[in-house]
């Protein structure tokens, strides 16, 4: 792709009106590409707004109006994708790229709805991916970073750029979490539940509340699917407000320091000049295969630990709960054994994060095991297996560490938002599961199992504190008996968990651990826009 340097460049393998049409898609500053992207902001606005229209119960008549515009918007779309493959120099290439999906997802939902054994609950299930239109918004945000990248380089300020992405982002991630948890909620209209999601705007309060992580509370989702996307809401507003204050600081620092990124020079003297941030002087080292099954053997021995304390799972086949944690303690046990054997310093590996986390990968499992009077507390700790979720950060950190012994320091911005998201699946899980434990045996508790403690672990690290996760038990008046209400039914108190020690200091620590995660998801995100605009720091590629 030719690069915009102030003139309109073209494609030299192009001639013609394919030419503009590469311009068009490919070449940002020419007046072609403007107004492409200004047709295609207006059609994604004009999709977004029947979406929500659609959703407020319309009359026949806006609802024909809808259905002429979605196929109106349906002729463009597929226009706009089968130019794409006519100019794409690889069609194969653009039409398995991120992009070429997101262009077809754009149409997909509306043609496959024509399929003749197409019913109507999967007509109504397309429908709603209609959605995922917005992501062709992030598409016009990435040409907006390119050039905000390509300012920032030079020392120019870039805060409207940068500002107009982060509201691009912002508005996608709140039109897409409003619409699937409105279609996700809007049938759960049981009386104990009924759902307050009854249109997309409505759903938009929700997400507003939520990606900011107030937690009003007067809106919450009550099906798995709608609490699915609400964690994924909830992360997004913090990744959110991670890249604003990222932004914020790049302004500053392009202000204050600006530069152009170091260059390296190459040996072909016709070659342009890389970027130190785009160069890695080796290839990344690949995981060892004794990790990877390590790895996958500790997950799925923590969703077995999960899905035990599920009565309905836990009842219909306890012997496999039982027999399968033999296998993993002695799958974890043989580990152990191997990397104490194999280990430099016996002392140094025992005492370090790595052998201290193998160590609890069996230990609680052998200390269950004990049945001794006296010792019977020691079974409690089985709750404690949970804590071999943490090997996956363990094999994170030793992947990333051989990186930077192999000299691969670049380019680390996958490999810690992956470390990141280990950190975070290990901080549901490991409070959910403790706060599941210490709350249980609570009149009322509304900690069930393990998946509802995760549930209230995710509300309560992302600060969000939706305030649904109460124990109810009923009013006991003076003579002894329950307060009964005009039902004649007993009047029931909501104490806000958790209300035990236990769980009060496990949520202590979650709450902390939220404002920790945030920290790194914060420093990474900076980290890979310094890295872009200024190439690393204490990194310098030889000349």
Not at 478 to 500: F, H, K, R
Request: one cysteine or more.
């Amino acid at each position: 792709m030719a690069r915009s340097s102030g003139t309109v460049a073209s494609n030299p393998n192009l001639n013609g009106f394919r030419d503009l049409v590469w311009q068009a898609f490919h070449q940002p500053g020419s007046a072609a590409f403007g107004f492409t992207s200004r047709v295609t902001f207006l059609m994604i606005s004009l999709s977004i707004g029947a979406l929500i229209a659609e959703s407020m119960q319309p009359d026949e008549a806006t609802l024909l109006t809808i259905n002429v515009i979605e196929t109106f918007l349906v002729v463009v779309f597929s226009a706009e994708y089968l130019l794409h493959l006519w100019v794409a120099e690889n069609r194969i290439k653009y039409a398995t790229s991120f992009w070429g999906i997101v262009d077809l997802l754009a149409i997909l939902p509306a043609l496959l709805a024509f399929l003749p054994n197409a019913g109507l609950r999967v007509v109504r299930t397309l429908r709603v991916l209609r959605v995922l239109r917005m992501l062709k918004l992030m598409k016009l945000a990435a040409d907006q970073a390119r050039a905000s990248a390509n300012l920032a380089s030079r020392g120019k300020p870039s805060i409207s750029n940068d500002a107009l992405i982060y509201f691009m982002a912002l508005f996608t991630v709140l039109t897409i979490s409003a619409t699937l948890a409105y279609h996700a909620e809007v049938d759960e209209t049981a009386e104990a539940t009924a759902t307050t999601f009854n249109s997309i705007p409505q759903a938009m309060w929700w997400s507003i509340v939520t990606i900011t992580t107030t937690g009003y509370g007067d809106m919450v989702p009550s099906s798995l699917t709608g609490r699915l996307i609400a964690v994924g809401t909830m992360f997004s507003g913090l990744a959110l407000f991670g890249i604003l204050t990222s932004v914020i600081g790049r302004a500053v620092l392009t202000t204050v320091f600006g530069r152009e990124p170091e260059v390296i020079q190459v040996d072909d003297a016709d070659a342009e000049p890389i970027s130190v941030s785009t160069v890695s002087r080796v290839e990344a080292p690949p995981v060892p295969l004794r990790d990877v099954a390590i790895a996958i053997a500790a997950v799925i021995s923590v969703i077995m630990l999960v899905l035990e304390t599920v009565p309905e799972i836990f009842e219909s086949a306890p012997n496999f709960f039982s027999y399968g944690e033999y296998v993993f303690v002695a799958i974890f046990t043989i580990e152990y054994l191997y990397n104490i054997i194999t280990a430099p310093s016996k002392r140094a590996y025992l005492l370090s994060f790595g052998g201290i986390v193998d160590l609890l990968s069996i230990l609680p499992s052998y200390m269950g095991l004990i049945d001794v009077t006296g010792l019977r507390a020691f079974r409690a700790l089985r709750v404690l297996r949970v804590l071999r979720v943490l090997k996956l950060i363990k094999i994170a950190l030793a992947h990333r560490a051989s990186r930077v012994e192999t000299g691969v320091k670049k380019n680390s911005f996958v490999v810690d938002l992956q470390i990141y998201a280990i950190a975070v699946t290990c901080a549901i899980t490991i409070s959910g599961t403790l706060g599941y434990y210490a709350e249980k045996d609570v009149p009322g508790s509304a900690f069930s199992s393990i998946p509802a403690g995760m549930w209230w672990g995710v509300v309560t690290m992302t600060t969000t504190g939706y305030g649904d996760m109460v124990a109810k038990a009923p009013i006991i008046g003076d003579d002894g008996n329950p307060v009964l209400n005009d039902d004649g039914e007993p009047t029931m108190t909501a104490d806000v968990q958790p209300v035990t020690v236990g769980g009060r200091i496990t949520a202590g620590l979650t709450m902390f651990a939220g404002l920790a995660l945030f920290g790194v998801l914060s420093a990474v995100i900076g980290s890979a826009l310094l890295n872009s605009l200024f190439g690393g720091e204490g990194e310098r590629s030889p000349a």
